[in-house]
């Protein structure tokens, strides 16, 4: 391992010598390299596929493992959309002049070895290989065992456009030992890597923030709320929640438990009802949902819970203050949407909760990378402190001082 990192740490510095032009070219060249290995990447991933189906994968899982030709031109445009960003690295973000006389520079860098742990979605492979290559931070990826076959294909698709380009391979590279004690060695390697993203689970998240001796920034559990306020427009509120429980259940930022205003639960939970059985929704609600609609009940372990799956909690709440105390006790700081016509009451809720993405109006899905238009995401940040939410290219780039004098010395 610690030869391995070695490598990483020295790779790092021939990045830096690249052009942006040199970067976006060969990116390009990745994203093709991607299409034209189509059906080597099919041949890998259905090995995992068919591992997944042995060891009884849920429905979720599988899909976020499955790649088909759609999933990898996506993975290429992804790849194409970051060339396409702005240069990340050695822009200057602020400047002025002392009364010294010295002339300062806040300039863009990149952070240098950055160790990504992540499971299931071989596209994560990619993705963020591509991020951290275009802002000059080498990529260390640590994949999930399910989609070991599919990840070694894209990294060896990926280190093949390196080697082809004079590049050391050792610029995107799997960790050679995958297992959970390979893990304990890289999240301490404080000396050769600068940072660590682990995207999966309750279990990894807390097991890395407890043990790494190496910065994290934490890809937490997305226990996303939508709340429905008396004076929301129901139409848009049911294609909404729909929308945020349904049309992708197993990411992140789908909807865990829907809130309902008490003001107007009786005349809309049997709307609600009908349109997710529609959609056949597995339902949970309070006593008080139960006693309109006919749902089993939901405990406070239901609703601390991310189900990743196409179950959803339902609570009537006391107006959007019951909706905010409700979502400090249960949130993750993920992603938190109201529905509503008042302003007031929808600034009230921007205000008061504390999560990187709040929304009115919309659905959680759109908590992305790619949607927020950084091209792709190496993970969507529940810290607080160095980036937060959807974190792109800006994210994996700190800053240092240039300071520019003319022989001064201090008295």
């Not at 807390?206 to 129901?234: F, L, M, P």
């Not at 639960?265 to 008080?288: I, M, S, Y």
Request: proline content about 2%; glycine content about 8%.
């Amino acid at each position: 391992m610690e030869k391995f990192l070695q490598e990483a740490k020295a790779a790092s510095r021939v990045l830096s010598t690249l052009s942006t032009a040199e970067k976006n070219r060969i990116l390009h060249e990745m994203a093709s390299a991607l299409r034209s290995n189509t059906m080597d990447l099919l041949e890998a991933n259905a090995i995992d596929m068919s591992e997944g189906k042995k060891n009884e994968l849920t429905s979720a899982l599988m899909d976020r493992l499955l790649l088909d030709e759609k999933r990898i031109d996506a993975m290429a445009v992804a790849i194409e959309e970051i060339a396409a960003l702005k240069e990340p690295v050695g822009r200057v973000l602020d400047g002025w002049v002392t009364e010294d006389g010295l002339k300062i520079e806040k300039v863009s860098i990149p952070i240098g070895v950055i160790g990504i742990i992540y499971e299931s979605r071989p596209n994560v492979t990619s993705d963020t290989a591509a991020l951290c290559f275009k802002s000059a931070n080498v990529s260390v990826l640590k994949g999930g065992k399910e989609a070991e076959n599919s990840n070694k294909a894209i990294a060896k698709v990926l280190q093949a456009v390196l080697e082809k380009n004079g590049l050391p391979k050792a610029l995107v590279s799997l960790i050679p030992d995958s297992s959970r004690e390979g893990v304990d060695k890289l999240i301490k390697m404080d000396k050769y890597v600068d940072l660590i993203i682990p995207r999966g689970g309750a279990g990894l998240i807390a097991h890395v923030s407890k043990n790494a001796t190496v910065s994290v920034v934490k890809h937490d559990k997305g226990q996303c709320h939508t709340y429905i306020d008396k004076e929301a427009k129901i139409d848009d509120a049911i294609a909404i929640a729909l929308n945020a429980k349904v049309q992708r259940p197993g990411v992140c930022n789908a909807m865990e438990t829907l809130l309902v205003d008490n003001a107007i639960a009786k005349e809309t939970l049997p709307l609600f009802k009908a349109a997710f059985d529609k959609a056949h929704t597995q339902l949970k609600g309070c006593t008080q949902t139960q006693s309109i609609i006919e749902v089993a009940s939901a405990t406070d372990e239901d609703y601390d819970t991310e189900y990743l799956a196409n179950i959803l909690n339902i609570k009537v709440v006391e107006g959007v203050q019951g909706a905010i105390e409700h979502i400090v006790r249960f949130g993750s700081g993920h992603s938190e949407a109201i529905i509503t016509q008042n302003i007031t009451t929808a600034e009230t809720f921007l205000n008061a909760i504390d999560a990187a993405v709040v929304y009115v109006n919309a659905s959680t899905r759109f908590t992305d990378g790619g949607a927020f238009g950084f091209g792709a995401e190496v993970g969507i940040s529940t810290n607080k402190l160095h980036a937060r939410g959807p974190m792109g290219i800006e994210g994996l780039t700190t800053y240092k001082y240039k300071i520019y004098g003319s022989g001064q010395v201090r008295g």
